[in-house]
Each structure stands twice: as C-alpha cells, then as structure tokens.
C-alpha cells in the first residue's frame, strides 16, 4: 500500500491542481454545513438561551433532554429524517429526498441539541452575574434572553464551531437521506466512505486530509475574528 | 399616581428559618435623600432588594402610597455594577431597552446622559476598562436615564477612592434636586452626613431609629445607635 | 455588529444551496447497487445517455435489498438491481410496473493468495463453499441483503452447509467495499461482483481463486417504480432511461466500458 507518505502527496497534488471535482464536493460539504449551522444559530443559541434564563415547569428535564440528544448518533437522524422524508412519510410530497436540502434539514437536527447544550451552559453563567441587575432594569424574559446572547457573542462562537466540526464531519445522516449521488449530494464524508469502500485508502486519507485542513482552516479564521474583536470587549 | 409615602409594615425575610428583617416599620416621603446605616448583617442590603421586588418578603406589607407597586418607577444601583461586555454607550442605554425605546432614541438619550455624568468622552470606549468610580457613575446614569421615582443604591461607592467617591456623591445630589426620592446604604458615616436628609438605623432586623440627620449624630436614643456611632465615627472620619 | 455580517452572509449562503438544489434539466432518481456504482460503469455509460437524452441520473447505491426497500417507499423512479427472484416479486406485489433484463457480470470468489481451503481446483461453486466451510478459513459475507448475499446464501445452501453463527464467518453487514477491506485485513475468503474486485485497490494478500463456473452469472434488472401506487414518478423520463438502456446504443455503451482493459458487463438481450 501507498502508505501515509502517499496520502500526504495526493492530498498536496489534489489542492495544488484544485480538481474540479474535489473542488464541487468541498463547497457542496460548506454549504450544506454552513447553512445548517447558520439556521441551527438562529434556533440553537436562542433555544439554550432561554433554557438557562426561563423559569417554568419541566425545565430540569427539557435541559437533560437536550444534552442527551447531544450525543444522538447521526445515522439515527439520518434514519428519522428520511422516514420523514420519504415519499411514504409524512413531508414526501415535498419530493426533497436525495436532495442537498435534506442534508441541511438533516444536519440542523444534529446540530441544534449540541449548539443549544453549549448555548446554555455559556448563558446560565453570564446570566448568574446579571440576573439582580437586568431584573432591577425591569428586563422581561424575551430582553434578557437578547442582551445576553449578545454578550455571551464571544463565548458563543465557541458552539458555532462546535455545531460547525459535527456537521462537517457527520457521515450517517447525509449519506442515508442525501444518498452520495454524484455531482448532486456528494460530500467530502460521503466521498471519503466510498473511496474506503472502493479500497483507495489513500485518497480517503487524503480526502480526509483536505476536510481536516478545512475544519482547521475554519477555526483559525473564527478564533483570529474573535480575538481581534474580543480585545475590544472584554 | 404616587408611590408616597412608601409604608412598610412589619416587613420579614425569613429564609431558611433565620429571620434577616424581623418586622421592618418604615415610613418614607416623597422626597430627599434616606440614609439607611446599620452594623454588618443588620439586614440594610436585603431592605433595599425587598423594597425593589428582588427578594419576596415572607410576610408583612409594603404600601406604595395606596397604590400597587410599579416596578418601572423604582430603579436600583448595586455595590458592584454590571458591565455587558460592549461599549460605555450600550451599558448607558441598557435600562431603556425593557422600556420598548428605539435604537436610535436610546443612543441620543445615552449621549445626553454621558454628558451629565461626564462620561461623553469615553463613549466607545469598553466599559470594562472604566475605572471603578466610573463604572459606578455609568451605572447611577445607566438607572437615572430610566426616571425612577425611587432610587435604591446599596453601598454605591464603598471600594472607591475619595474623589471617585465625591463625583459619585454629586451624581446623587443632582438626581435627588430632580425630584426623585433617594434611599441608600453605606458604611461611610461622612457620606451620611454629607448626603442625608433622615437617618434609618437598622440593627437585628429592625428599624431601631429613624429621625433627621443632625439628631441622629447628636441624640441617639437607642444604644445600639450609639455604639455604632462611637465604634463607627474616628476610624470613618479618617478619610 | 456581527449581526451586519450575518445578515450579508444568510442570503448568499440560501442562494447557493437553491443553486445546487436546483439544476437544470430534468433528472430521475435510480437506486442501484454499490457494485455497479463501484464497478465505474454508472460514471461511463449516464453522461453518454444524459448527452442522448438531456435527462440526468442520480444514481443512489445501496444493497438491493435497501434499494428494493427504497423502491417500496417511492423514492426512487427507476431500480438497477441483480436478484432475480427478488425483482419478479416486487412487480408482482405491484410495487414495480415492470423488469427489464439489462446485462450481466459474474461473481469471482475471491480469498488470500495461499488459498488454505484449496477452492482454486474446486470442480464446482458448490464444492468451492464446501471446502471453504470444512476449512475453517475465515469468511467474509455482506450480510447485508444486497443480491451478493443472496446470492452467497444460495451457494452455500446448493453446498449444504449453514455457516450462519460459525466462528470463521465474519458478517459485515456493509457493502463490497467495506467486505473486501475486511476479507483483506483478516486474510478471509469472500464472493464479489467482478466489476467492485476490478475497481478494488486495497488488496494486499488476496487474489481471485476461484471463477467461470456458469453458477456465477449475475444478471441485472431495471424496473419502472409501479406510477399508479406512486403518482409523482417520474414516468416519461424513468421509461427513456430504461428504453435506453434495453436498446443497442444502451447496449453497446455497457460493453464498450472496460476497467484495466478488462470487460466487466455483458448486455443481456430482451426476450
């Protein structure tokens, strides 16, 4: 076998020649992901925001409910979410299986559990210093909520990545209700399945290589935007 | 509508068994600064978060001049301040965003208050880097911007340094020459008397006294008040 | 603030996820099998048809059991799977409209290079899984009710032997790939489509051993998912596919594709 030193080399020469292919199946994997992380921020943060401010019944459990589900491995969402989708479940009418968007649909469900447990444990301790202050100014469940999602925005980032890595790097749910068609739902975890089953280790590796740099990539540009902002803030 | 006079009437805070305000009796007008002084413990900070609605009191009642108790009308300022983690003009602007005030409103009405206070120049500044006087003026700005018709401060200026402590004590008498009713604490005899229009001396969870400024300095009737005073007075007077 | 920059980025993140979604043209959803798929045919012979016809194939590999399962569900237009009997009771239980022969490959059994159970002078299949069982040597099998399991299960039922529950039988429950990987990693026998052995290049010690006994041809069949159980099929499309492919240029397109010079697909002619 080619062994690691090859890996490495067709890794570099796949970047170096920017393979149109490789290069349709990364930006497929970044929208997709992107997308699902951006809209698991609008119902993920706000969710985990309210879980640590609000006062109700149940709010024990709906806290336990949402780090279990944290850990739901993704060829169980996968497997809900394409008998939901499925033209003999209950939204097949919409047709939208063995499309990009059941992928995004997919991964928001994956996502939003993990982003709204990182979300509430960030918020439940800024809100903690806050609590007397914002009740003393009179803020109402729905401002607090929005002042300190906006002041926990640093510490935040952090579950946007986090959301962003499992989304990137989940392979079951978008391999079952994407089903790695080529040139349609191909992403790099689906592409790197396949080329494991093929027997080309090496360019999975190198795949998985490329899909590594990216998430890196990702986080070095997140965490140099935070520090060059944070400086400012904190 | 009028809060006055604010009657509290055997007023308890009971957690846990341990009684903190053990029958609080409290009358107070419409006007003027209110001193609240008291040994450690005496139960002065868990006053203030009753009279405000932080803290549910477990028994007793507290009659907001006939009326009910409005909360938009009673603002708070704590011994150590919040700062969100953003800019001297969104800390100022905080107290109007539950009030339904628009953006741009809040930032003019924040400007015109950074003015008063002295703080303009800092504006964009982090409000985290502000010195602790001048998070203290920011936070009595933060709640005076809110036009409350009673304003509770609880130990505004204990760790400060004197002339922080005097910008802060100006802050209060311009609030006060506003017409809104003042009650605070302090550990600071010489702010007492400097700020004061009446004295209440809390002790074990009772209002022992509460009588005009020079009377309490001068008679003291009960001798808690004046052990206090004694213990209190040389080492206060020092700064 | 960051709000600004997130207010830029969520349209441009929408348009080009609709972009991707939407593609223009008309396509058909084919469920298919992972040794097809695998075997590189798919990627010869669709842009061959998508030049002829406009249409595009999306191709989603599975076993033929899943894919069966996923024709049942209607989420697919049209089947290219390889078990027989299977295929003529789905269109019997109405699920398809009907099947179509299409072309044929064969199984190759396939197992570490000094061959333990001595299967490469085996006269038969059936001898070939008889040995195997009497050896020992480990085996590696799908398991996953795809038309290599079955037709694996087959072969070790004409032996008379039952391997379920064996020490030396590894059932993976995945797909060629992943099977051949193990077979390779353990030192395991294992039966394979010749097209996903062809396209295999994690091989290390294993080799074919045994091949060419009749017993091993592999027919594929193409089915219309039945439109009157699921309306939104896309018939007109779904028919010009299958008409294709049953036809001479579907048929010399098959045969003209080669991997390492080698034929690995046979057309089957209508009968």
Request: aromatic fraction near 8%; include cysteine.
């Amino acid at each position: 076998m080619g062994g690691f030193s090859q890996a490495f080399a067709d890794a570099f020469s796949l970047l170096w020649d920017f393979d149109a292919r490789v290069f349709e199946i990364v930006l497929l994997s970044l929208q997709v992901s992107g997308l699902a992380v951006l809209i698991g921020t609008f119902i993920g943060l706000p969710l985990g925001a309210c879980l640590a401010v609000g006062s109700f019944p149940g709010k024990q459990t709906a806290a336990v409910i949402v780090n279990g589900f944290m850990g739901l491995p993704s060829v169980v969402v996968g497997v809900v979410v394409y008998l939901v989708l499925s033209r003999s479940g209950p939204m097949g009418d919409f047709g939208l299986l063995y499309t990009p968007s059941a992928m995004v649909i997919a991964q928001v469900v994956l996502v939003v559990p993990l982003m709204a447990a990182i979300a509430r444990q960030v918020v439940e301790d800024t809100w903690r210093q806050y609590r007397e202050e914002l009740a003393a100014l009179r803020f109402g469940w729905r401002d607090t909520v929005r002042v300190l999602l906006h002041d926990c925005r640093f510490s935040l980032s952090v579950a946007v990545l986090a959301g962003l890595g499992r989304a990137m790097s989940e392979v079951g749910a978008v391999m079952i209700v994407g089903g790695n068609i080529d040139r349609s739902t191909r992403v790099m975890t689906t592409a790197i399945a396949l080329e494991t089953s093929k027997g080309d280790l090496p360019l999975a590796i190198a795949l998985g290589m490329v899909l590594l740099a990216l998430i890196l990539f990702l986080n070095a540009g997140a965490f140099a935007l935070r520090t060059s902002v944070m400086r400012r803030f904190e | 509508m009028s809060l006055f006079p604010l009657q509290l009437r055997d007023v308890v805070f009971r957690p846990n068994g341990r009684a903190v305000l053990d029958g609080v009796d409290l009358t107070l007008s419409g006007e003027g600064i209110t001193v609240v002084l008291g040994p450690n413990g005496a139960g002065k900070s868990v006053l203030l978060r009753t009279i405000c609605g932080l803290l549910p009191s477990t028994g007793g009642v507290i009659d907001w001049g006939g009326g009910s108790f409005d909360p938009l009308a009673v603002g708070m300022v704590f011994q150590h301040p919040v700062m969100l983690r953003s800019s001297v003009i969104d800390n100022i602007a905080l107290g109007l965003v539950p009030r339904g005030v628009g953006a741009r409103e809040r930032r003019m009405a924040a400007m015109a208050m950074l003015e008063q206070i002295g703080l303009a120049d800092r504006a964009n500044d982090n409000a985290r880097q502000l010195s602790g006087g001048e998070q203290q003026r920011l936070a009595l700005g933060r709640v005076w911007l809110t036009r409350p018709r009673l304003l509770l401060l609880d130990e505004p200026t204990s760790s400060l340094d004197p002339s922080a402590v005097e910008a802060v004590e100006r802050i209060v008498r311009q609030i006060r020459t506003e017409g809104t009713k003042i009650l605070m604490t302090t550990h600071n005899l010489g702010q007492a008397t400097r700020l004061a229009d009446d004295i209440v001396f809390l002790a074990g969870g009772r209002v022992r006294e509460h009588v005009s400024v020079r009377r309490f300095f001068s008679q003291p009737s009960s001798v808690e008040a004046r052990q206090f005073i004694q213990g209190e007075l040389p080492w206060h007077l020092a700064f | 603030m960051a709000s600004g920059f997130l207010k830029r980025l969520l349209p441009a993140l929408i348009l080009s996820a609709t972009a991707m979604s939407v593609q223009a043209g008309e396509s058909i959803t084919l469920a298919s099998t992972t040794s097809t798929e695998n075997s590189g045919l798919f990627g010869y012979i669709l842009p061959i048809f998508e030049k002829a016809t406009g249409i595009q194939v999306k191709v989603v590999a599975l076993g033929t059991g899943q894919a069966l399962d996923v024709g049942k569900r209607g989420d697919a237009d049209a089947l290219l799977v390889h078990d027989r009997a299977k295929e003529e009771a789905f269109v019997a239980e109405g699920f398809g409209a009907y099947r179509k022969d299409v072309m044929y490959n064969d199984f190759v059994v396939v197992g570490p290079a000094a061959d333990p159970a001595g299967i490469a002078a085996a006269k038969s299949t059936d001898e070939a899984f008889g040995k195997i069982a009497d050896s020992g040597n480990a085996f590696a099998s799908r398991a996953d009710r795809s038309g290599t399991h079955s037709a694996e299960m087959r072969f070790w039922k004409a032996a008379g032997k039952n391997p379920e529950g064996q020490a030396w039988y590894k059932a993976s429950g995945s797909g060629m790939g992943a099977t051949l990987n193990m077979a390779a990693g353990v030192g395991a026998y294992t039966l394979s489509d010749r097209g996903s052995w062809a396209n295999f290049k994690n091989r290390q010690d294993l080799k074919i051993l045994f091949q060419g006994d009749p017993a091993l041809y592999n027919p594929y069949g193409v089915i219309l998912i039945n439109p009157v159980k699921h309306p939104h099929v896309k018939k007109a499309a779904a028919e010009s596919f299958i008409n294709w492919i049953t036809s001479e240029a579907g048929h010399q397109a098959i045969a003209d594709y080669k991997l390492h010079g080698e034929q690995l697909f046979f057309p089957l002619k209508a009968k």
